[in-house]
């Protein structure tokens, strides 16, 4: 070996003969097991949040503020990093320049991979293990979070609304901001100088519309209080008065699946209002720069 070899092995640990060789049935077993590791903690998670109204607050935290990820993502961070703002793996910091801070611990979340077919002939998708660190332990700069008043986001809530929405001067005997009426198909709104109790209520109702029925009426009516929660706290709308104290029994005694499956029933319910929402945003800020260049 010359001597220019033998430097670049050097610094890079050991030689070429020291270095161990690859040991794929190894590695494919600590997928397997990382794998295995993630779908249960998540199960054991769903099944912790419904008993445990705290708990379940941190789930839909962490849910509303990270709305791109799935339920069973959002239930391992709920686990590992309730706190977790933006997550992005080792080589997605090195590249706009941020680098791990000493000390710090990864969490794994599932990434989806390749499609295969089962014995059954069904189509699936496998799901990897994937090692992800929060900006707050690394050295990149906080988000920097866009400024959107009430009244904006008010708007862009009700902008695209999936029934006709109609202000009145008040809901006929309640001392409610927003109501849907089924039958007329269409959201009542009462005019209210309090944007953050209608943003509430609105996106509650919103929910309703959009979630299917079911034949238990107490689940529903959490579930829509749930997403209006998640939209709340993503949009940064207080959220002391919405009432999730009380989780209905039958969401506590339904299997980890079960659970996960409402979950995911809340969670696209809050994607589908969220989507307009940001259509609407993206077209007052294509609007701002238009009459910025004038």
Not at 201 to 206: D, F, G, K, Y
Request: proline fraction near 3%.
């Amino acid at each position: 070996m010359s001597e220019f070899e033998d430097i670049i092995n050097n610094a890079n640990g050991n030689s070429q003969q020291e270095k161990k060789p690859f040991d794929k049935e190894a590695w494919v077993k600590r997928i397997q097991e990382e794998r295995k590791t993630a779908y249960e903690t998540m199960d054991r998670v769903a099944q912790e949040i419904v008993q445990d109204t705290d708990k379940f607050k941190t789930y839909l935290d962490v849910q509303g503020r990270l709305d791109k990820y799935s339920v069973g993502n959002a239930l391992l961070i709920t686990d590992k990093m309730p706190n977790a703002t933006q997550l992005k793996d080792y080589s997605d910091w090195k590249e706009i320049g941020a680098s791990i801070k000493s000390g710090q611990k990864h969490i794994i979340i599932l990434e989806p991979g390749d499609q295969y077919t089962r014995a059954n002939g069904q189509t699936a998708t496998s799901y990897n293990p994937k090692k992800v660190f929060d900006i707050s332990q690394t050295t990149a700069r906080p988000l920097v979070k866009q400024n959107i008043d009430d009244k904006t986001k008010l708007t862009a809530l009700v902008t695209d609304c999936p029934v006709d929405p109609k202000i009145v001067d008040s809901i006929s005997n309640s001392n409610r901001l927003a109501e849907w009426n089924k039958e007329d198909n269409v959201l009542y709104i009462s005019k209210t100088d309090d944007i953050q109790k209608a943003f509430r209520e609105v996106a509650t109702e919103l929910a309703r519309i959009g979630m299917e029925e079911s034949n238990n009426p107490e689940l529903d009516n959490f579930k829509c209080k749930c997403t209006a929660y998640m939209l709340c706290k993503k949009y940064g709308i207080d959220v002391s008065s919405i009432d999730i104290n009380n989780i209905p029994d039958s969401l506590k005694n339904m299997s980890a699946s079960e659970i996960r499956n409402e979950l995911t029933s809340m969670r696209s319910s809050m994607s589908d209002i969220n989507s307009r929402m940001a259509q609407h945003f993206e077209k007052v800020s294509k609007q701002k720069n238009r009459e910025h260049e004038r």
